[in-house]
C-alpha cells in the first residue's frame, strides 16, 4: 500500500465487477445483488460499461409504483455512468463522489471495466491508514477487501432461463410407459 498522498484507486478497487447485459431484465439485477450481496451492478453493451442499477435506483422506481421485475435494465439504469482511472488518487474519488452524490464508482481503463470503488472500498483504506503500519488483527480482518468469485461462465437452464445456480426447474427426466 502506497502513503496516503500517493494512494491510488488500483491500490484499492474491487477488481472483480458483477456485470450485466443491457439487454437483461431488472429482475436479474436483483438476483444478483443479492446473491453477491453488493448494492449495485454494472450495465454493460458489448463489453463497454454504460450503467449502473443500484438499491437506490430501484427504491425510488418501486416508491413510484412501476412493475419493475420484468422491464429492461436499461429502463432503470443510471446513466451517464460517472467512472474513475486507476491511476486516480484515492482522495480525488473522495470528492468526485461527494459531489456526485454516488456511493460507487466503475474503475474504467480504455473503455474496459477494470474495478469498481465503493464507499466500503473508502471506508477499509481510511481504517488502515489509521492504524497504519500495525493494524491489530481485530482491524486487520475489517480492512481486507473481500473480492467476489466465481462470477464467471455461468449456464443458463434450457427450462427457465435463468442461471444454473438459481434455478428452481425440478429437474427430471421421464421415460415413456411400455
Not at 470503488?117 to 481485530?138: G, I
Not at 473481500?146 to 444454473?164: F, K, M, V, W
Request: hydrophobic share 40%; glycine share 4%.
Amino acid at each position: 500500500m502506497k502513503r496516503v498522498e500517493h494512494a491510488l484507486l488500483s491500490d484499492i478497487m474491487t477488481t472483480k465487477v458483477v456485470t450485466l447485459d443491457i439487454s437483461e431484465l431488472v429482475e436479474e439485477a436483483l438476483r444478483l445483488m443479492i446473491k453477491f450481496d453488493i448494492g449495485s451492478v454494472v450495465v454493460v453493451d458489448r463489453q463497454i460499461p454504460v450503467g449502473i442499477v443500484t438499491e437506490r435506483d430501484v427504491t425510488r422506481a418501486a416508491l413510484r409504483g412501476d412493475s419493475l421485475l420484468k422491464i429492461p435494465v436499461r429502463s432503470l439504469m443510471s446513466r451517464p455512468l460517472q467512472t474513475a482511472t486507476p491511476n486516480m488518487e484515492v482522495q480525488k474519488a473522495f470528492e468526485t463522489m461527494l459531489k456526485l452524490g454516488v456511493r460507487r464508482l466503475p474503475v474504467v481503463d480504455d473503455e474496459k471495466l477494470v474495478g469498481i470503488v465503493t464507499e466500503k472500498d473508502l471506508t477499509r483504506w481510511v481504517l488502515r491508514m489509521f492504524y497504519e503500519p500495525n493494524p491489530p488483527a481485530e482491524i486487520r480482518s475489517l480492512v481486507e477487501n473481500q473480492q467476489i468469485e466465481a462470477l464467471t461462465g455461468r449456464q443458463r437452464c434450457p427450462s427457465c432461463g435463468r442461471y444454473l445456480d438459481e434455478c428452481i426447474c425440478v429437474r427430471t427426466s421421464v421415460t415413456p410407459e411400455e
